[in-house]
């Protein structure tokens, strides 16, 4: 367990409003993640980060932004919200600890975009 | 590109059965390959991880294999149980430190 914490759990907005998705780890490991989940496509990389304000993109990343400002806190920001964003999403943690790298995840945060 | 396969998308086994989930998948060059359980609702937690120089991990009643050559990773759960069911997924990761998951092998394990 590495400690990983996503807020909100559930959210419901409406179209063209900006979300912003949070994801808090209390370990200090540098490789964060964010995905998405659909029936039909599995679980889809938009983002992820390998450090302080060191972020690159995923295959699903167009309509989405990524901001990390300090270690333990990723931020996932939907700058004008789709219905086609409607999903889950899932924050993971690549645990740093012995150079395994096994990934953790957060529990998970429903978005509905009406 | 690395695309990662489960078959089947769906199985359902009586209790008591031993099973194997399969994974493929088509770039040879993995850094590691990891099991994980989905339940409704859930994040996905995970099971085993296997490293590429690793043949095999076990974890109670699961055993997870990897051969690269091949490109197949098989997940092995013996005297399945009620409790057992779920979605499993695996995932493979490259140097680059992407993970790509493979879209699950959904499990029901009937009493």
């Known amino acids: 367990d590495a400690g990983i914490t996503q807020s909100p759990r559930h959210k419901v907005t409406e179209t063209g409003t900006p979300v912003t998705l949070r994801c808090h780890q209390t370990?200090?490991?540098?490789?964060m993640y964010w995905y998405r989940q659909d029936p039909g496509h599995g679980l889809r990389l938009i983002h992820y980060?390998?450090?302080?304000?060191?972020?690159d993109k995923g295959e699903v990343s167009d309509g989405y932004s990524v901001s990390r400002s300090k270690t333990e806190d990723f931020l996932l920001t939907l700058e004008s919200a789709t219905s086609s964003q409607t999903s889950v999403y899932f924050c993971?943690?690549?645990?740093?600890?012995?150079?395994?790298?096994?990934?953790?995840f957060g529990e998970g945060s429903r978005l509905t975009v009406l | 590109k690395q695309e990662v396969t489960q078959i089947p998308a769906a199985l359902s086994v009586p209790e008591g059965e031993n099973l194997v989930l399969n994974c493929s998948f088509t770039?040879?060059?993995?850094?590691?390959l990891q099991w994980f359980r989905q339940d409704p609702g859930k994040g996905l937690t995970s099971l085993l991880l296997?490293?590429?120089?690793?043949r095999e991990q076990t974890s109670g009643r699961l055993n997870a294999s990897l051969d690269k050559s091949s490109g197949r990773s098989t997940l092995y759960i013996a005297a399945s149980q009620p409790g057992d069911s779920a979605t499993y997924l695996c995932?493979?990761?490259?140097?680059?430190?992407?993970?790509?998951f493979g879209t699950g092998t959904r499990l029901k394990v009937l009493a």
């Open positions: 370990e200090n490991h540098r490789y």
């Open positions: 296997i490293q590429s120089s690793q």
């Open positions: 770039d040879s060059a993995i850094y590691n």
């Open positions: 980060s390998y450090g302080v304000k060191d972020t």
């Open positions: 993971a943690i690549r645990d740093d600890r012995g150079n395994t790298g096994e990934l953790f």
């Open positions: 995932a493979v990761v490259s140097g680059t430190y992407k993970y790509i």
